[in-house]
T-cell receptor, first 113, second 111 residues
């Protein structure tokens, strides 16, 4: 069974631009969560999607948004990029049926200049 | 807010020795805990989990202990190997599926 995949793996953007990251979950998984990882803040929860609906949301500004498609693939979008948005963005998938292990992708390294 | 945290940001251990990584949590509603290992350039990988109705669980070379009284979680790695060098995170999952991570402990194995 293929693991969680994320594209692109690396991205460089300038301030003010917007970016879209993609995540393909493990086949059969309906829940996709997104996390931001920075050296100073660690792993922080952005949001979780289940069956195309946002089920949970972390404490990030509205510039961070996401969506999930009928095939469970998910995208997250960051608008009006700031230098502080430079981070590793990780997505994780699971069945979404209860408290269970989340399987992580390799992440997208975003650098904002 | 409620959060999960690790006691020490770094741990240096001699190859062959046992490692103990600690974590304190504050959300009494959490009923599932996971330890993840993250190597450089990779996403977190599952090591072992434990549910709140247990106080100990063993895997291959790893043991997780849960003390609900003091809200403490620990990961023990037996006979630490160079491949165990990584950042270790504890995470808690509450009933509403939210996963909260601690800050992480960087384990360095000395040859």
């Amino acid at each position: 069974k293929a693991g969680v995949t994320q594209t692109p793996r690396y991205l460089i953007k300038t301030r003010g631009q917007q970016v879209t990251l993609s995540c393909s979950p493990i086949s059969g998984h309906r829940s996709v969560s997104w996390y931001q990882q920075t050296p100073g803040q660690g792993l922080q929860f952005l949001f979780e999607y289940f069956s195309e609906t946002q089920r949970n949301k972390g404490n990030f500004p509205g510039r961070f948004s996401g969506r999930q498609f009928s095939n469970s693939r998910s995208e997250m979008n960051v608008s009006t990029l700031e230098l502080g948005d430079s981070a590793l963005y990780l997505c994780a998938s699971c069945t979404g049926q209860g408290a269970e292990e989340q399987y992580f992708g390799p992440g997208t390294r975003l650098t904002v200049t | 807010g409620e959060s999960v945290g690790l006691h020490l940001p770094t741990l240096s251990v001699q190859e062959g020795d046992n490692s103990i990584i600690n974590c304190a949590y504050s959300n009494s509603a959490s009923d599932y805990f996971i330890w993840y290992k993250q190597e450089s350039g990779k996403g977190p990988q599952f090591i072992i989990d434990i549910r709140s109705n247990m106080d100990k669980r063993q895997g291959q070379r790893v043991t997780v202990l849960l003390n609900k009284t003091v809200k403490h979680l620990s990961l023990q790695i037996a006979a630490t190997q160079p491949g165990d060098s990584a950042v270790y995170f504890c995470a808690e999952i509450s009933n509403d599926y939210k996963l909260s991570f601690g800050a992480g402990t960087t384990v360095t194995v000395r040859a």
